[in-house]
Structure formats: C-alpha cells, structure tokens
C-alpha cells in the first residue's frame, strides 16, 4: 500500500544563442516533493521527557489521543493561557490536523552564459519559485492526562510536533553570478556570489529551508 500517489511534473529549457559563444537560457519546471518515511511514520521521545516527534499520518494523530480525549492547542493560544489565570482556559484554541499532501512546486529561471574578450567567462542566473502544500513542521500542546488545566504548567503537559502542509503559498527567488578569467599561462581566477530568499511563511512555521542569504566563493 503506498500513501501517495505518483505525479506528473513536465520541464521545458531553451538556449538562445544572442552571439558567438554567448547565450540565454529560459526553463520552467515543475516538480514534487513527498513526505519522506521519517515525516510519516517516527514516534520518537525526545531527551526522555515530554516532547515527541511524530508521524504526520493520520493513525499517529489517533495513537497519541490528539483527535479524542489529549486534543493538541497552539502554541500561541497554550502562552496566552499561561500568562493569564488558571482558570483562563478559554484562551485556548484548539490546532486543526490536516492530512498531509505532497509539496509541489513552480520554477521560472533565466540565466546567461558567455564568453568575453575571449578572457572572462561570466554565468548568471535568475529564478523565481512559488510553492503549494509546502511542507512545515508544527507544534502543539496537549495535556498529560486530558484535563485543559494541565496545560497551564510544562510540567504537566507535553510537546508534540509534526508535518503539515502550510496554509499560504510560499515564494522564494534566488539569483548567482559566476566568473572565470584567464590570467598568464595557465592559471585562471574565478569567484562567485549566490543568494536565495524564501518569502510568505506563516508566523510559527519550521521550514527547513537553511540556505544562507548569501554564499561566496573566490579562488
């Protein structure tokens, strides 16, 4: 039995030639990624005490009591609850599960790759992605026992983390230069400089992405 079902990602790329030894490139892509066996099925204690990280299928939502009697609240709603009373349990607000769809994602690039003054060689690329369903990691509290007043105090309630498909469209761009010149006999001097931004995430997503802004290389 498998959990997803297969898809469909077309890709199309073209080179421009706009003189001798220089060129433009245009591509689109499409392509997916699936939860891995990890994001779907680890039921893991962590540190011996009361954080778990666990599968994003809907059967670990039924293990763990977060659909029935230990339902699991925001972050945000259990820290609002806890700096007000304990008897202020109304603040708490209850996190939505939603089973977990693959991530897909659409990628525009344009690049330009030439020679010049027969010395330089520059590459530079530019490209825009827009993402659905993006995979993000989310956290709950839920209660030890069952009763709300629980959450009130870390010692009595439990963390518990897990995948979900991000509720906004997710964007990131990127862009990079490259460059190589032929200096006496054989030697050449090459560097280049890379960025990569992911936009529109929601307040409280974990996302994974650990690009840094910038990267540069010189040799």
């Keep these: 039995q498998t959990n997803f079902e297969g898809k469909f990602t077309p890709r199309f790329a073209a080179v421009i030639k706009v003189a001798k030894d220089n060129n433009i490139r245009l591509s689109y892509q499409t392509s997916y990624r699936f939860p ?7 039921s893991l204690r962590l540190g011996g005490g009361s954080s778990f990280l666990i599968g994003s299928l809907p059967e ?3 293990y763990y009591k977060l659909n029935s009697t230990k339902p699991g609240y925001t ?37 330009y790759k030439g020679i ?3 010395k330089l060689l520059v590459d530079a690329y530019f490209y825009y992605s827009k993402y659905d369903n993006f995979i993000v990691s ?50 050449m001097l090459y560097g280049n400089v890379f960025s990569d ?13 650990n690009a840094p802004k910038y990267r540069v290389n010189i040799g």
């Design 138 to 187: 989310q956290a709950v509290v839920q209660s030890q026992t069952g009763p709300n007043y629980e959450l009130y105090s870390n010692f009595s309630s439990n963390n518990v983390s897990y995948n979900q498909n991000s509720t906004k469209i997710v964007k990131t761009n990127g862009w990079g230069i490259g460059i190589e010149y032929k200096l006496l006999k054989n030697y």
């Design 60 to 62: 670990f939502q039924s």
């Design 36 to 42: 891995s066996n990890q994001n779907q099925y680890i």
């Design 116 to 118: 010049i003054g027969k």
């Design 197 to 209: 931004v992911l936009k529109d995430v929601a307040p409280g997503d974990i996302t994974f992405f």
């Design 75 to 111: 972050i945000a709603s259990v820290l609002n609850y806890r700096a007000g009373s304990l008897a202020d349990s109304g603040r708490l607000v209850k996190a939505v599960f939603n089973e977990l769809k693959p991530e897909t994602v659409n990628s525009y690039e344009i690049g």
